[in-house]
């Protein structure tokens, strides 16, 4: 039979995963909401959107859950500014000059 009761380390790991993945979600919503990127360095989240990715492959390849739920939803909240950032990158490159 399957033991899913959860050790103190366990609690200790999903409270981790909630507070740093939830982190994102003010700077999610507002790059949304505003649009502003100007602050928000491409290089860094590139870097760390990749990091995370493999974050969430290596929780993967160990199942420990809290690795996993953090990465996948830092993957997300961390996608959306990073294409946002992007798509402002290039936007700006687009427009005509005076």
């Known amino acids: 039979m399957l033991d899913t009761t959860l050790l103190p380390t366990d609690w200790i790991g999903y409270l981790a995963a909630a507070l740093t993945t939830g982190s994102f979600i003010p700077q999610a919503v507002l790059t949304l909401r505003t649009r502003d990127v100007s602050g928000i360095s491409l290089g860094m989240y590139t870097w760390f959107t990749f990091g995370v990715a493999l974050w969430l ?9 809290p690795i996993v739920v953090a990465n996948a939803l830092t993957l997300v909240f961390a996608s959306v500014i990073l294409v946002t950032k992007v798509a402002s990158e290039w936007g700006a490159t687009r427009r005509p000059t005076r």
């Open 57 to 65: 492959l290596y929780g993967l390849s160990l199942g420990q859950w």
